[in-house]
């Protein structure tokens, strides 16, 4: 009874480790924009949002205001103008 309690154990770590990992809707992702030509001279980075969904981190991504290279706004035109080009990524929290 106790081999049989610790198998469906293992199954049961092994199924919820596999469902959270492979499946990008479980995982939380935070956005981040990257300054390419910052005034500073090196690249920098800066967090936008922390522990969106999978969803939500693509939707934000797939918006043309998010990169300097397809932005039509003013508000993003002047900060390409003053901090060079830039774009937003996603990555997992």
């Known amino acids: ?11 049961l770590e092994r199924i919820n480790m596999f469902s959270n990992s ?9 956005i981040i924009r990257f300054y390419w030509d910052h005034p500073n001279g090196c690249i920098s980075r800066r967090t936008l949002q922390r522990n969106v969904s999978h969803e939500a981190a693509r ?7 998010t990169s300097s290279s397809t932005c039509t706004k ?3 035109k002047a900060r390409t103008k003053k901090l060079g080009a830039w774009f937003d990524v996603y990555e997992r929290a």
């Open 74 to 76: 003013p508000y993003n």
């Open 22 to 30: 492979d499946n990008p809707d479980n995982l939380r992702y935070n």
């Open 1 to 11: 009874m106790i081999l049989v309690q610790e198998q469906i154990d293992i199954t």
């Open 59 to 65: 939707a934000h991504c797939n918006n043309p205001e």
